[in-house]
């Protein structure tokens, strides 16, 4: 067993010949498709000729699928950030690659220009079934297509009104510091060290950033204001109808899931309220601070080791389906986890999976529960991407609202394998950071919907906010699903300064709806354990249909309200036990 990555099941070295024979052979593929299909329309005329113009697209993605050059050095960076060399060629093939993947894009526009009696002439054609889905989701993204010319002109103004606003909040947020007992911290560090701290440094400090915050507020008031605007402008030249159509349209859910969504969540904030009730109880802290909600209570020191969390893994993907347990061996064996702390490595946890290549784990193990957990759920975006290759390079690609389905699932069994054997005290303490990052994934990201939109309809509506304002509206809606047991300050809302997820329009939702999906798909396998071979269908169902249908075909509904509330259910009988615990 292996605790390093190979990459040399990439690449020999960074000056391995074959780099540069493998970026000729990507660029190559697609100049000869463009050569073939640009200026020659005809393969638009009949079925047949469609038929085996996606034959070849199909088989363009196959030859570049997974960008081998680049995934490479990408990964020496991931190991060691100061890969001066590998940071240079990262610079040069992605310049490369988008020039060569920009000659193919006249493909995809062309199909979304066909008449919409030809549309529906091909999506019921037989003869092309197998391309169905694909074409279903270019046909309705093209309705918001502009002409090329257009497309264009706002694909190049996009840097200048919407990334080098975000890029140039970034730039100021990193160069910000902090005084934390008299050592001056970048801000990103200071916020993380919050949750770990004593009652009274931990307000201290939160107080420090927040001043920090506002006090660069003046040029976020600017860039929020500069960057809704930009997207209201778009939107309506594109005819979106909500601010949040583009983004559900693009993770390939309906409105109307979405809709209910929010709703369920947010008429079930009083779940939220309870544990923050509780966990008042449990720190023995009344009102808590904003400062204090992320705080978890320390566990009982369990030593998980690597070998022991593998093991135990491995154990448990195995009572489930041998083929998760072997997808887990062979990484391992292979060389594809790299497991422990570097200096100079990323921090944090991934899976990277991509078409034709092996799917790669970066770990960051330090033998506590989290890390055992962690393993677990990065194992589940390994087991999800590697079942979905099946599909093919059209379709293996899962959706982001259902990214976190897998990996939350099976982080939550492993979880639980490990909460049966704790005593009293552990258990309050492992129940309780659990149902916390529940909160915090399901009704933390709603509020932060809400609030999005409520700004984002706010500056439609009134040309712009000023920071005062928009960090009004942050209290507002952090106050709601937090509850009474909570108090959140005025200087509280200026987190909208460096949360970055806002700037990524109404992604938040995707976690919460992830989260849902996930424990809807646990309850039932708790239940029932042969689910599992229902739960397989999901994970080897990549992208081939939306997440909607695919739910569907497996017995599950995600798009009735109903739906969602059986999901929160779950977390209300969470902290019901908590409760029982603590009482
Ligand atoms: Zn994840």
């Known amino acids: 067993m292996k605790v390093k990555w190979n990459l040399s099941l990439l690449y020999k070295s960074s000056r391995d010949r074959n780099v540069e024979r493998d970026m000729r052979a990507i660029e190559r593929a697609y100049s000869n498709f463009e050569r073939q299909y640009k200026s020659n329309k005809s393969y638009l005329k009949t079925e047949t000729s469609t038929y085996r113009a996606l034959c070849d697209y199909e088989k363009l993605l196959k030859k570049v699928a997974g960008i081998k050059p680049y995934r490479y050095f990408d990964f020496r960076m991931e190991l060691d950030s100061n890969d001066k060399y590998a940071d240079s060629m990262i610079n040069k093939l992605s310049e490369r690659i988008s020039r060569a993947s920009n000659r193919v894009l006249f493909f995809e526009i062309a199909?979304?220009?066909?008449?919409?009696?030809?549309?529906?002439?091909?999506?019921?054609?037989?003869?092309?079934?197998?391309?169905?889905?694909?074409?279903?989701?270019?046909?309705?993204?093209?309705?918001?297509?502009?002409?090329?010319?257009?497309?264009?002109?706002?694909?190049?103004?996009?840097?200048?009104?919407?990334?080098?606003?975000?890029?140039?909040?970034?730039?100021?947020?990193?160069?910000?510091?902090?005084?934390?007992?008299?050592?001056?911290?970048?801000?990103?560090?200071?916020?993380?060290?919050?949750?770990?701290?004593?009652?009274m440094p931990r307000r201290n400090l939160q107080k420090h950033i927040n001043e920090k915050l506002k006090s660069i507020s003046d040029f976020s008031e600017s860039e929020m204001n500069a960057i809704i605007l930009d997207k209201k402008i778009d939107d309506s030249l594109r005819k979106f109808d909500e601010p949040y159509s583009q983004t559900v349209l693009n993770y390939e859910n309906s409105k109307q899931t979405v809709t209910n969504l929010v709703k369920a969540v947010s008429d079930g904030f009083g779940i939220s309220h309870r544990f923050y009730r509780i966990k008042s109880k449990i720190l023995k802290l009344k009102p808590l601070h904003y400062a204090d909600r992320a705080v978890l209570v320390n566990s009982a020191k369990n030593e998980y080791s690597y070998v022991e969390s593998y093991n135990r893994l491995y154990r448990i993907l195995k009572a489930m389906d041998s083929r998760y347990a072997e997808i887990l061996s062979n990484a391992a064996v292979n060389g594809q986890i790299d497991v422990y702390p570097k200096k100079c490595k990323?921090?944090?946890?991934?899976?990277?999976?991509?078409?034709?290549?092996?799917?790669?784990?970066?770990?960051?193990?330090?033998?506590?529960?989290?890390?055992?957990?962690?393993?677990?759920?990065?194992?589940?975006?390994?087991?999800?991407?590697?079942?979905?290759?099946?599909?093919?390079?059209?379709?293996?690609?899962?959706?982001?609202?259902?990214?976190?389905?897998?990996?939350?699932?099976?982080?939550?069994?492993?979880?639980?394998?490990?909460?049966?054997?704790?005593?009293?005290?552990?258990?309050?303490?492992?129940?309780?950071?659990?149902?916390?990052?529940?909160?915090?994934?399901?009704?933390?990201?709603?509020?932060?919907?809400?609030?999005?939109?409520?700004?984002?309809?706010?500056?439609?509506?009134?040309?712009?906010?000023?920071?005062?304002?928009?960090?009004?509206?942050?209290?507002?809606?952090?106050?709601?699903?937090?509850?009474?047991?909570?108090?959140?300050?005025?200087?509280?809302?200026?987190?909208?300064?460096?949360?970055?997820?806002?700037?990524?329009?109404?992604?938040?939702?995707?976690?919460?709806?992830?989260?849902?999906?996930?424990?809807?798909?646990?309850?039932?396998?708790?239940?029932?354990?042969?689910?599992?071979?229902?739960?397989?269908?999901?994970?080897?169902?990549?992208?081939?249909?939306?997440?909607?249908?695919?739910?569907?075909?497996?017995?599950?509904?995600?798009?009735?309200?109903?739906?969602?509330?059986?999901?929160?259910?779950?977390?209300?009988?969470?902290?019901?036990?908590?409760?029982?615990?603590?009482?």
């Open 111 to 199: 199909l979304g220009q066909l008449d919409e009696q030809t549309k529906t002439r091909l999506l019921k054609s037989r003869h092309l079934a197998k391309f169905r889905y694909f074409l279903e989701v270019r046909f309705e993204q093209s309705r918001h297509d502009l002409s090329e010319c257009e497309e264009r002109i706002l694909s190049l103004k996009s840097l200048t009104s919407k990334s080098l606003w975000v890029r140039g909040a970034e730039k100021m947020l990193n160069s910000q510091t902090v005084n934390h007992n008299g050592k001056s911290l970048p801000l990103s560090e200071a916020s993380n060290l919050v949750p770990s701290l004593r009652t």
């Open 346 to 583: 990323s921090g944090g946890a991934f899976c990277a999976g991509t078409s034709g290549l092996p799917t790669f784990v970066l770990l960051n193990h330090v033998n506590d529960l989290r890390s055992f957990t962690t393993l677990a759920h990065e194992i589940g975006h390994a087991i999800h991407t590697e079942r979905s290759k099946q599909q093919g390079v059209m379709y293996e690609h899962y959706t982001t609202s259902v990214a976190e389905v897998a990996s939350t699932f099976f982080e939550a069994v492993a979880l639980d394998a490990v909460i049966s054997e704790l005593g009293e005290r552990e258990k309050i303490a492992v129940l309780h950071n659990k149902i916390q990052e529940d909160i915090a994934t399901v009704f933390r990201q709603v509020a932060a919907f809400n609030f999005e939109l409520e700004l984002h309809n706010s500056v439609r509506d009134r040309g712009m906010l000023s920071r005062g304002e928009m960090a009004k509206l942050l209290v507002k809606h952090m106050r709601k699903y937090l509850g009474k047991s909570v108090q959140v300050s005025d200087l509280d809302g200026y987190a909208f300064v460096s949360w970055s997820h806002f700037r990524r329009f109404f992604y938040v939702y995707s976690y919460a709806y992830g989260q849902l999906v996930s424990r809807a798909l646990y309850e039932r396998y708790k239940k029932d354990d042969s689910f599992i071979e229902q739960i397989d269908k999901f994970l080897s169902a990549g992208g081939s249909d939306t997440p909607e249908n695919i739910f569907k075909s497996i017995g599950i509904d995600t798009s009735s309200a109903a739906f969602f509330k059986e999901g929160l259910k779950v977390i209300d009988t969470d902290i019901k036990e908590l409760e029982m615990l603590v009482k």
